[in-house]
Nanobody, 124 residues
Framework: QVQLVESGGGLVQAGGSLRLSCAAS????????MGWFRQAPGKEREFVAA????????YYTDSVKGRFTISRDSAKNTVFLQMNSLKPEDTAVYYC?????????????????WGQGTQVTVSS
């Protein structure tokens, strides 16, 4: 089991940046692929990015490629999502999640552990 706690959300103007963090605890963290998802009001939860257990493999949804970067610090049991050039359509609650599958696991049902979420609001 992996326990996850997100932080770093907030209100930012379009074009700005935010860095989300996900602090993990549990023995399985080092062997888990970690992902970020987001859910806007009235919409389904959607995949944003994932990073493999070694940190060497990453995968992004097309809408964030070139703007968002996922990384992990295994020594600190933390996963990050650096978000640059933010747009109003990036507004959502962002969730950190863990899966035993590979980085191409883009379906929420593949992830077995979830954080509580952190709100990101991008104003125009």
């Amino acid at each position: 089991q992996v326990q996850l706690v997100e932080s770093g959300g907030g209100l930012v103007q379009a074009g700005g940046s935010l860095r989300l963090s996900c602090a993990a605890s549990g023995r399985s963290f080092s062997r888990s692929t970690m992902g970020w998802f987001r859910q806007a009001p009235g919409k389904e939860r959607e995949f944003v990015a994932a990073i493999g257990w070694s940190g060497g493999n990453t995968y992004y949804t097309d809408s964030v490629k070139g703007r968002f970067t996922i990384s992990r610090d295994s020594a600190k049991n933390t996963v990050f999502l650096q978000m640059n050039s933010l747009k109003p359509e990036d507004t959502a609650v962002y969730y950190c999640a863990a899966t035993p599958e590979g980085v191409t696991a883009t379906f929420a049902r593949s992830y077995v552990n979830w954080g509580q979420g952190t709100q990101v609001t991008v104003s125009s």
